[in-house]
């Protein structure tokens, strides 16, 4: 009988607070940005009751967006492709990850920010509304998540399939990362002459171009096999 562990995915209130850091960094750093090239975000607005009011600078508002464009994209889309985190999930030792239990890559994580950043113009309808989803929801995804087929876990389960087992979500055994299938099939073409195509699996049939044919590596025979075109059968690759 499968059994899962913890559910690695209950931390919807770290991610609250993530968010609220996250914002904040933005902010922070975009405005950060515009100070270094020159570029005042507040000039002083019109003196009320003898009081000297502040306002934004429109001269920065495009500067402005653009920094915190560029901004985004690095913390949302890059470091989350790679490592799983944005600075605010990292301080609250969250990580996004696939169902495999490590960070994402590029794809997912543009989808599931692009999603994110329009629905943030919603601000607090979607800000409550997303709370409220994350906190019923299978998995605790948001919609984003759903979207972008993605989790929000405990950094404690890095690397563990998010499995589900009875109805409930719970975390399994350790996965592979790309980087370790890599680095066997490498070894498997050091040791075989195959080359294992990038996303494709050793236990599946590819087509070997040096051998003009499709080849397999059958845990049965626990060897690698050939089809062979004449009789359509498999045999033992030599």
């Given at each position: 009988m499968i059994s899962a562990g913890a559910d690695p995915t209950n931390v919807v209130g770290r991610r609250a607070v993530a968010f609220l850091l996250d914002s904040f960094l933005a902010f922070l750093v975009s405005a950060f940005i515009l100070y270094l090239i020159g570029i005042s975000f507040y000039i002083p607005g019109p003196i009320i009751r003898g009081s000297q009011t502040q306002q934004v600078n429109p001269a920065?508002?495009?500067?402005?967006?653009?920094?915190?464009?560029?901004?985004?994209l690095a913390t949302s889309v890059v470091t989350v492709a790679k490592f799983g985190w944005t600075p605010g999930k990292l301080m609250m030792g969250v990580r996004i990850v696939g169902w495999d239990g490590h960070p994402?890559?590029?794809?997912?994580?543009?989808?599931?920010?692009?999603?994110r950043g329009l629905l943030d113009t919603l601000q607090c309808l979607y800000w409550v509304a997303g709370f409220a989803i994350m906190s019923i929801s299978k998995g605790h995804k948001s919609i984003p998540d759903m979207a972008a087929?993605?989790?929000?876990?405990?950094?404690?389960?890095?690397?563990?399939?998010?499995?589900?087992?009875?109805?409930?979500?719970?975390?399994g055994g350790r996965s592979a990362s790309q980087e370790e299938i890599q680095a066997v099939h490498e070894e498997l073409a050091a040791l075989?002459?195959?080359?294992?195509?990038?996303?494709?699996?050793?236990?599946?049939?590819?087509?070997?171009?040096e051998r003009d044919t499709y080849v397999v590596y059958s845990q049965k025979q626990e060897g690698w096999m050939?089809?062979?075109k004449m009789s359509g059968q498999w045999t033992s690759l030599q």
């Open positions: 920065a508002i495009l500067p402005y967006i653009a920094a915190y464009l560029c901004y985004a994402p890559g590029l794809g997912r994580s543009f989808a599931r920010a692009l999603l087929g993605t989790f929000v876990i405990d950094a404690t389960y890095l690397g563990r399939q998010i499995i589900e087992v009875g109805g409930k979500i719970g975390a075989t002459g195959v080359h294992v195509p990038p996303g494709k699996k050793a236990t599946e049939p590819f087509y070997d171009k050939q089809l062979d």
